[in-house]
C-alpha cells in the first residue's frame, strides 16, 4: 500500500499502527504507541486515525492474494461483543446480548463472515460490518444479507454453503439463500415451532419431535410456523458433545447424512477459534477512544493484523499466540544474561 501525500507529511500511516498491534504485547493505547515511536506524538496519531479512513478495498487486496478458494467454499457468520464495559462514552458503543458470555454488555458489535475450504480447513476472514443501528438503521441479520450479496456478486467467490448460528435462522435469510441458490446450514432454537407431520398435528417445539432409528441417521423434512406452505427443510439432531444436543435445519433436501451434517457443525465453530484469537492477540477490545471514527479504525486494523498472524503462522507451521510470544524470546534472553532490574 503506497503511502498517501497526508501520510507522507504525517509521518504515519496505517501499516505503522498495524505494525504496533503486530508488536506490543498488552497495551493498545495510543498513549503507549507515542511513547515507543519516534518523532510521532499522540495527538498526530489521534488525527490520523480520527481523519484517515482506512482503505478497506486494501484489506480485500490483502486478503484476497492469500486465499485458496474451492469450488464447494463455505461462508460462515457470527458476531461477537467487542468488551467496552469500562469505556461507557464511546460513541458507537451500546448495551447488547455477549453469546459467549450469556449477558447483555456494554460494547460493539462486529459482524464478520468468514470463508473456508472445506479440503485444506483454512479459513479467511473476507468481510465485516459494525453493528450500530443508530446510524445506519441496519440489524446484525441485514450486515448477513449485505456481506453474502458481496461475496457473491461483488467478489464472485465460489460458494456451497451457508454456516449460520440460531440467532440468523430467520424467514428472511433463510429465503434470501434460497433464492440466490445457495445452501444453508443452522441450528434452531429448541423452542422453535415446527411441524414434521405434513400438517396433520399441531406444531410442536422442536426439541419435543419424535425421532425414529431412520430418521436419526437420515434426518425428517420438517415445515417451519411462519414460512410459506410450500417451503419445507431437512432437520437433522445432531449431538455435539454428551449433553448437548442441536437441531440443524437445511434448504438441501437430498441431504441424508447426520455425520456429514455434524461436520457442517465443526466448522462452523471456525469462526469461534477467530473471535477468541483476534481478542487475544490484536488488542480488538483495548482502544480506549471516544469516536467512533478512531474505534472503526483501530478494529480495520486489528481484523487485518489478525489475517496477516494468521498466514504467518501456516507459513511456519504454528500459532498465532505462539507468534506473539516469540517477540519476546530475545528481550526474556537479554533480561536473563544480563537484567535491567538486578534482584539483589
Given at each position: 500500500?503506497?503511502?498517501?501525500?497526508?501520510?507522507?507529511?504525517?509521518?504515519?500511516?496505517?501499516?505503522?499502527?498495524?505494525?504496533?498491534?503486530?508488536?506490543?504485547?498488552?497495551?493498545?493505547?495510543?498513549?503507549?504507541?507515542?511513547?515507543?515511536?519516534?518523532?510521532?506524538?499522540?495527538?498526530?496519531?489521534?488525527?490520523?486515525?480520527?481523519?484517515?479512513?482506512?482503505?478497506?478495498?486494501?484489506f480485500w487486496k490483502s486478503v484476497e492474494k492469500e486465499m485458496e478458494i474451492d469450488e464447494e467454499g463455505i461462508l460462515i457468520y457470527d458476531d461477537t461483543v467487542l468488551n467496552k464495559y469500562s469505556s461507557k462514552e464511546i460513541e458507537i458503543a451500546r448495551y447488547q446480548y455477549s453469546g459467549a458470555k450469556k449477558k447483555v454488555l456494554q460494547g460493539i458489535g462486529l459482524v464478520g463472515c468468514i470463508y473456508l475450504n472445506p479440503k485444506t480447513g483454512k479459513y479467511w476472514l473476507i468481510d465485516y460490518r459494525i453493528y450500530n443501528p443508530d446510524e445506519d438503521g441496519k440489524t446484525k441479520?441485514?450486515?448477513?444479507i449485505d456481506m453474502l450479496e458481496a461475496a457473491i456478486f461483488k467478489k464472485k467467490l465460489p460458494i456451497k454453503a451457508v454456516l449460520m448460528d440460531s440467532w440468523y435462522a430467520s424467514k428472511k435469510v433463510m429465503s434470501v439463500i434460497d433464492n440466490w441458490e445457495k445452501i444453508y446450514y443452522c441450528p434452531l432454537k429448541r423452542n422453535r415451532l415446527v411441524d414434521d407431520t405434513g400438517g396433520q398435528e399441531k406444531y410442536k417445539r422442536v426439541d419435543s419431535l419424535k425421532w425414529n432409528s431412520q430418521q436419526e441417521e437420515e434426518g425428517k423434512v420438517i415445515k417451519i410456523r411462519g414460512f410459506p406452505a410450500e417451503k419445507k427443510v431437512k432437520l437433522f439432531r445432531?449431538?455435539?458433545?454428551?449433553?448437548?444436543?442441536?437441531?440443524?435445519a437445511t434448504n438441501d433436501l437430498s441431504q441424508n447424512s447426520t455425520s456429514r451434517v455434524k461436520t457442517y457443525c465443526a466448522w462452523r465453530w471456525k469462526i469461534e477459534e477467530f473471535h477468541r484469537e483476534v481478542k487475544q492477540v490484536t488488542g480488538i477490545e483495548s482502544c480506549q477512544c471516544r469516536k467512533a471514527a478512531i474505534q472503526k479504525n483501530h478494529i480495520a486494523c486489528a481484523l487485518w493484523v489478525w489475517n496477516f498472524l494468521t498466514t504467518i503462522a501456516r507459513q511456519t507451521q504454528t500459532t498465532v499466540y505462539a507468534l506473539k510470544q516469540r517477540l519476546l524470546d530475545d528481550y526474556l534472553t537479554a533480561q536473563l544474561c544480563s537484567s535491567t532490574l538486578s534482584f539483589p
Open positions: 500500500m503506497e503511502l498517501t501525500e497526508s501520510e507522507k507529511i504525517m509521518g504515519f500511516s496505517y501499516r505503522d499502527y498495524c505494525q504496533y498491534l503486530v508488536s506490543s504485547q498488552k497495551n493498545y493505547t495510543l498513549t503507549y504507541l507515542a511513547e515507543h515511536l519516534e518523532g510521532v506524538s499522540h495527538d498526530r496519531i489521534n488525527r490520523y486515525l480520527k481523519n484517515q479512513p482506512f482503505p478497506l478495498e486494501e441479520l441485514d450486515h448477513l445432531v449431538t455435539i458433545s454428551t449433553n448437548r444436543t442441536e437441531y440443524i
